[in-house]
């Protein structure tokens, strides 16, 4: 981050599958090292899922403070970014699930230690964000099949990665079984298909990158986010983003 003396408001899942796996207190201690040592002010708050989600809210609507860190999975990411988008601040995205798909797309190390470094250091760039019913999403948006699965994965216990996808395997098979069928109306560049279905994905992904076109057609917005890897970006609404990556490296 270029600007010094921003004030930072961490939020830390207490539920999420890399959370559940270390101590908690030494996360807000690194938190806290980095970011003051960085020039920043930081406060930092834990909770479980839904409790922590009422707390953002809370947060953004009453209190001043320039980034929102969310630690968590990628459920926890979903709402930060909705939170991040709508009350103009910056997300900075702390790994703390089992996938951290977000993670991955920003570019921030999937060990703590080193992403709580590399937020502590990156600077704010437009990422893509867009709504579904007036629900933000930052990564995919499913009806019918993937949903189902996801609810019967769920049900089953897991505490880590490998177990989660020995979970979505069995919730996958237990899923297609007997395979939902919808009807749904579709309206694509103002041309309306009606469809009998069983899935419907929407993707945010690197087709959208260098398309505003596209983006613009599909309603996605911009946020604010904290990327892995500094980049000199110029953006448009126009042009979309252009920019020359460098790795983001430790002062």
Not at 12 to 28: A, I, P, R
Not at 52 to 58: A, E, N, V
């Amino acid at each position: 981050m270029t600007n010094q003396n921003k004030k930072a408001l961490a939020f830390l899942n207490e539920n999420s599958g890399t959370f559940q796996m270390l101590d908690v207190d030494h996360v807000k201690h690194l938190l806290k090292r980095r970011f003051k040592a960085t020039g920043h002010q930081i406060k930092i708050r834990s909770a479980p899922g839904k409790d922590l989600i009422k707390q953002m809210q809370s947060a953004v609507e009453e209190e001043d403070f320039d980034i929102l860190i969310a630690g968590g999975g990628d459920g926890t990411i979903s709402a930060a970014a909705g939170f991040a988008w709508r009350h103009d601040k910056i997300l900075g995205v702390l790994p703390g699930g089992t996938m951290n798909l977000y993670a991955r797309t920003l570019e921030i190390p999937l060990d703590v230690e080193a992403a709580i470094a590399t937020l502590a250091h990156a600077r704010p760039m437009a990422c893509d964000i867009a709504t579904a019913n007036g629900n933000p999403f930052v990564h995919q948006f499913s009806i019918g099949l993937h949903p189902r699965m996801v609810r019967m994965r769920n049900n089953i216990s897991y505490r880590a990665r490998f177990t989660k996808m020995l979970a979505s395997a069995r919730a996958y098979w237990e899923a297609i079984s007997s395979i939902p069928v919808y009807e749904m109306t579709i309206r694509i560049d103002g041309e309306v298909f009606d469809r009998h279905v069983s899935a419907l994905s929407v993707s945010n992904n690197l087709v959208w990158q260098h398309n505003a076109s596209l983006r613009r057609k599909a309603g996605w917005r911009r946020a604010r986010c904290l990327y892995g890897r500094q980049t000199d970006a110029r953006c448009s609404s126009d042009t979309g983003c252009r920019s020359r990556a460098r790795p983001v490296r430790e002062q």
